[in-house]
């Protein structure tokens, strides 16, 4: 019978299919997620090169920052020489020209410039960004010697604040007097400071705010400190950001950003949740749909179970009904035998037979009714069905029985369990091909009853021990594969015990176990 073989087949089929669908399934989800990806990197990349480009800026603003920083220190250099010039003292006779310096010093027309005397006393200003006329207006409560105190007090701490940006020069105006000169950016270096800052504080809230935008780091050549970033300043701190840089990088591949003053920073970034949530959706569609086919599988197979119990209870019965009008005619028909003059052992073996027919009939209306167990010896049970087998058996078959005790009360039924046994012991007969030894043995420990049968067959193989027992399958030419899925049953589901392949070996025998529960 090729029920169960063809069974497996569609099986396999099935499952191949499956494996093709969903293999079909991840393809396109990658392929799908690939695409994403590919577009959150160029958008990376595209920002990437907007950071480049703002770079350029900023370094242009910082180069003329500092040209023109260096234009007002010569400047100044240029002013104090004039000074300087104009303070010497002219040999007697001589009349020494100043228009050149004056001509230079009056030039300075955006320059802001204090002079200190020794004594931190201001000894002249141009081109503040205060007056006493605006002190004046703010302090209107103070007279005017107030205000000349507080507007010269105002000028040493600006001189002296000015100082740690640009260095101020010591001169020698006359002997032992000395002025120091103080002097701030001007107004275009302050207007292109302003200029840059606003920018890059531009750059940085347009980072932040562009919601569109990966998790995203850029760092120095080193990957050591963050030149721009959107992430929350906990995570780029000098503490985590190694971890937070290996994070990203475990995503993806930093990208390369070469400057023109051949300096490389790097941009590390993360993929958005949408492409995190696209990655799992496609594992956690086919959980859900294998949960629901799972659920399904599993109310339609008790429903089957349950159907074939019905058909499976419904064809014993009838059968036994069957048997029931046959049987009782050869009991009337053996016991009229037994008046007349025939050998009594024919009659006495003809009587068996019968009695045994009623078994089989009592057992088939067993099926699908409420099975009764009784506390009963359970060696005497197995042990009377195996005298009634021994004298059936092939001459060259060898029966042996042996139990460690000679009483073990336990509940079972005494003809479902004898059909357990017969149904093992003629798979058995019929693997040993009518030839070798078929050994019963019953023991026990606190809580099992075991019976093994072991015979000398064939033997199976692994693949064979798993499908023993499922309905259908079977090895003869001619069978229907429900012995030992009718015995399992039996064992398992009225005895609420278990039956198993204790071991086989092909070519050595195979050994069944039956547990039964005390």
Known sequence: MKLYSNKQKWKV?????????????????????SKVAKRERDRVTQWADAIKKRAELVRLTNNSFNELREKELNEMELWIDATKEISKKSPLNVQQSYELPLKIINRNDDIPVIVLDQYDEVSTHINLPISEESLRESFPEKDSIEIE?????????????????????????????????????????IRLENERDSL???????????ESLVPVVLTDSTQSTVIATNLE???????????????????????????TN?????????NSPEL??????????????????????????????????????GMAKETAHQLGTPISSLMAWVQMLETMDIDQNITKEMDKDVRRLSQVTDRFSKIGAGTQLKDENIVHTTSE????????????VQLLFDSEEEELIIAHNPPLFEWVIENICKNAIDAMEGEGTLKVNISKDTSHVYIDIEDTGKGMSASQQRSVFQPGYTTKKRGWGLGLSLAKRIIEEYHKGKLKVL???????????????I
Do not use: C
């Open 262 to 270: 051949n300096t490389t920073n790097y941009v590390f970034y993360a």
């Open 200 to 210: 890059l504080e531009a750059f940085n809230q347009e980072l932040i705010e562009n």
């Open 276 to 313: 995190v949530q696209l990655q799992y959706f496609p594992y956690i569609q086919f959980l859900i749909i294998g949960l629901f086919i799972f659920i399904g599988y599993m109310i339609f197979s008790t429903f089957r179970k349950a159907e074939q119990n019905q058909v499976w209870a």
């Open 233 to 259: 300043a906990d995570k780029t701190d000098s503490t985590k950001l190694q971890q937070t840089l290996n994070e990203l990088k475990d995503q993806n591949a930093p990208i390369k950003i070469q400057f």
């Open 13 to 33: 089929a099935l499952l191949f299919v499956a494996l093709v669908l969903v293999g079909v399934s991840l393809f396109v989800s990658n392929r799908i997620v």
């Open 503 to 517: 071991q086989s070996e092909v070519g050595k025998g195979t050994t069944f176990r039956i547990i039964l529960y």
């Open 385 to 396: 069905f195996l005298s009634y087998l021994r004298t059936r058996l092939p001459q060259k």
């Open 149 to 189: 105190q507080l507007f010269e007090d105002s000028l040493v701490k600006m001189a002296y604040s000015w100082e740690i940006v640009n260095p101020s020069f010591t001169i020698e105006v006359y002997d032992d007097l000395f002025m120091t000169y103080f002097y701030n950016d001007s107004r275009d270096i």
